[in-house]
């Protein structure tokens, strides 16, 4: 199909803030709170920078457990706005404060059930728990906030519905459903409250609506799941049932040059949040 059959996405995007870091890169992003009060985190390879989205201004920083470099970390908001980073050199996650302080740990190294083995993307549940996307475990291991495990979904490592192999990407919908992403076999699949699967959305490939790498993953207010593809230089958004809506790259329905982007967050009032070219855009 050519981008012009495909049915339109209602919105047409447009950088309206760059969120300029000070730490070495803008790896992954997290959104939390609304109004006056609104931030977001761009956690780099050194350290999480917090910034007031209205403003523009720095409000916080978090120096990474002992000044580490971390690779490929996730993060996440709580609805008390504690941030919660991976660490997967480490295999564990750590949480902070508001005002940038480390506040307690969550996890340790391993295979077993509740420990973590090279941890990525972070997300909460609607009843707030903790989802750990697991990659070298090839599962998501679910935690309370307090850092007990209490189940896993996804695991073994092969390519069948409802299995993951290296998940990197994952976000809660608004009606409770788990969208996840795995990178070596260029999957986005969507599971129930409860880990159920529940279908496969695009496919591997270069053409529209496929993916070569399927990084990160959120879900907009409508349910729309957009996925962040930094070897297509695109934001693919689809339909909660999985069809392709729009793109958003340089030569897409939203022309926005993102370049190689590694991450995606959307607000409760549908603004985009992307990590691009060493920084963060908001569109809207």
């Not at 780099?44 to 970390?73: C, M, W």
């Not at 990525?120 to 679910?142: K, M, P, Q, R």
């Amino acid at each position: 199909a050519t981008e012009a059959s495909i049915p339109r996405y209602s919105r047409v995007l447009e950088v309206k803030r760059t969120f300029d870091t000070r730490s070495s890169g803008a790896f992954e992003i997290a959104v939390h709170g609304e109004g006056a009060e609104q931030r977001v985190a761009v956690v780099g390879y050194n350290g999480t920078e917090i910034f007031n989205v209205e403003s523009g201004q720095r409000v916080a920083h978090a120096k990474h457990h002992h000044d580490e470099i971390l690779t490929e970390p996730g993060a996440a908001f709580n609805t008390e706005g504690e941030l919660f980073v991976s660490d997967a050199e480490n295999g564990k996650v750590f949480v902070y404060g508001r005002d940038g302080a480390l506040v307690r740990e969550i996890g340790t190294p391993g295979v077993e059930d509740g420990q973590l083995n090279d941890p990525s993307a972070l997300a909460f549940t609607l009843e707030g728990e903790l989802l750990v996307a697991d990659s070298s475990n090839n599962c998501i291991h679910v935690f309370g906030e307090d850092g007990t495990f209490r189940r896993k979904f996804g695991q073994v490592h092969c390519v069948v519905d409802g299995r993951l192999a290296y998940a990197e990407g994952i976000c809660v919908g608004p009606d409770g459903s788990t969208v996840a992403s795995g990178t070596i076999d260029r999957r986005v699949q969507v599971f129930d409250g409860e880990g159920a699967f529940l279908r496969e959305i695009g496919s591997e490939g270069n053409g529209e609506g496929q993916f070569l790498f399927p990084r990160r993953v959120a879900v907009g207010p409508g349910g729309e799941i957009f996925v962040a593809d930094p070897r297509r230089k695109s934001i693919l958004v689809f339909s909660r049932e999985g069809v392709l809506l729009h793109r958003i790259a340089e030569d897409g329905g939203s022309k926005v040059d993102l370049g190689s982007v590694e991450s995606v967050c959307v607000d409760g009032e549908g603004r985009v949040f992307a990590s691009c070219h060493g920084s963060v855009v908001m569109m809207s």
